[in-house]
């Protein structure tokens, strides 16, 4: 067996994994383009491919690989592991429909904010944002809304892991920074993100917690700072989290 230097980790299975991502990036890769971005032989490269192929999680699309449905069920599991998600997943539709913007629902995992649903109203702006897709926590308002609420070991555990990337001229790359207004959100119950992940995008969120005090997850509607201007949105997002809360509790 391959195993890195880190006898906890398998080089195989980290390499099989980062071909899959590279696929799902560029949304379908022929052998010699992966073999080039990853410089590994073609012949490596093909071994992995054919493994994936014959466990049915990639398809052979006339000498390009693509991911295969085998992922969706996967994915679907994962989303309905916990039966609370029913009841965010409405919730977020619901919101969207009145708010006719965008609003997510997003957890911590591994350091990062991870998109778990996410639904559109008539007014909301496209971005790039999917399913699945993972930002800097400290970036936006739903991963400022559950670090505002997590352990203080933990916002260090990610710092440490994670740093305080810089996506726009508005992020906060500084840690005493990040925890002052970590304390802001506390006191008022929720979180901003003014143009810290994208430009000319403000977002509000809000944590969404256990009866013990455990963070699930958090909400967020995002849309342009010219619609944004006043804390109305956040006052709405206040009203929905704790109506879930309720819910959740005596589900």
């Not at 052998?31 to 032989?41: F, P, S």
């Not at 994962?78 to 609003?103: G, K, S």
Request: charged share 35%; with cysteine.
């Amino acid at each position: 067996m391959d195993v890195s230097d880190d006898s906890s980790r398998v080089t195989t299975v980290e390499t099989a994994f980062e071909l899959l991502e590279t696929i799902v990036r560029r949304d379908g890769c022929r052998i010699t383009e992966l073999a080039e971005e990853h410089d590994l032989a073609k012949s490596t490269v093909h071994r992995h491919l054919t493994t994936l192929e014959e466990l049915e999680y990639v398809v052979n699309d006339d000498g390009i690989f693509r991911t295969g449905f085998r992922f969706l069920k996967i994915g679907e599991r994962t989303r309905a592991r916990l039966d609370e998600y029913e009841l965010v997943e409405r919730n977020v539709a619901a919101l969207a429909d009145e708010t006719n913007e965008c609003v997510q629902f997003m957890v911590e995992e591994h350091g990062w904010a991870v998109y778990v649903f996410r639904d559109r109203g008539d007014n909301a702006v496209a971005t790039d944002a999917e399913i699945g897709d993972r930002l800097p926590i400290h970036a936006c308002a739903g991963g400022k809304a559950i670090l505002a609420f997590s352990d203080d070991d933990r916002l260090e555990e990610i710092i440490d892991d994670r740093g305080l990337p810089q996506l726009t001229d508005a992020t906060i790359t500084d840690r005493d920074e990040l925890v002052e207004q970590l304390a802001a959100v506390r006191e008022r119950g929720y979180s901003c993100n003014d143009q810290e992940s994208a430009d000319s995008l403000r977002a509000f969120g809000v944590p969404i917690r256990y009866e013990d005090g455990r963070v699930l997850g958090a909400l967020s509607v995002s849309g342009p700072i010219r619609r944004f201007q006043d804390d109305s949105l956040a006052t709405r997002l206040l009203e929905t989290a704790n109506e879930l809360e309720l819910k959740i509790r005596y589900a």
